[in-house]
């Protein structure tokens, strides 16, 4: 399968993004999906998963009440809505997908993904 994010740039402090992710190949279903995001000079940090059927999500402490993931596997398309956006989450954006059989304690691993797309870049100014 193969990922591409869309929707970075950049935004005022307290501004909402949505970013999408689109999929090609094998078809989302497939799929259990991740976001996660890097920041300069950090490590890639896990933000939000969602299960197969949509129905699990989790969320990273520091972007719950503001983040919300959420897919559309008819359009192959998942999506991170992020609202009430800080100066620290500013960071590259990217999107993973895993065929793992259990996606419960591992979804926040970067290694439980197998697939990577291109990253997108979100920048918000204070």
């Known amino acids: 399968v193969q990922l591409q994010a869309f929707g970075g740039g950049l935004v005022q402090a307290g501004d909402s993004l949505l970013l999408s992710c689109t999929t090609s190949g094998r078809a989302l279903s497939n799929y259990h999906m991740g976001w996660f995001r890097q920041a300069p000079g950090k490590g890639r940090e896990f933000v939000a998963g969602?299960?197969?059927?949509?129905?699990?999500?989790y969320l990273a402490d520091d972007v719950k009440g503001r983040f919300t993931i959420s897919r559309r596997n008819v359009k192959n398309t998942v999506y991170l809505q992020m609202n009430t956006l800080k100066p620290e989450d500013t960071a590259v954006y990217y999107c993973a997908a895993t065929s793992t059989a259990s996606y419960s304690g591992n979804n926040y691993d970067a290694r439980t993904y197998g697939h990577w797309g291109k990253g997108t870049q979100v920048t918000v100014s204070s």
């Open positions: 969602i299960r197969r059927n949509g129905e699990v999500t």
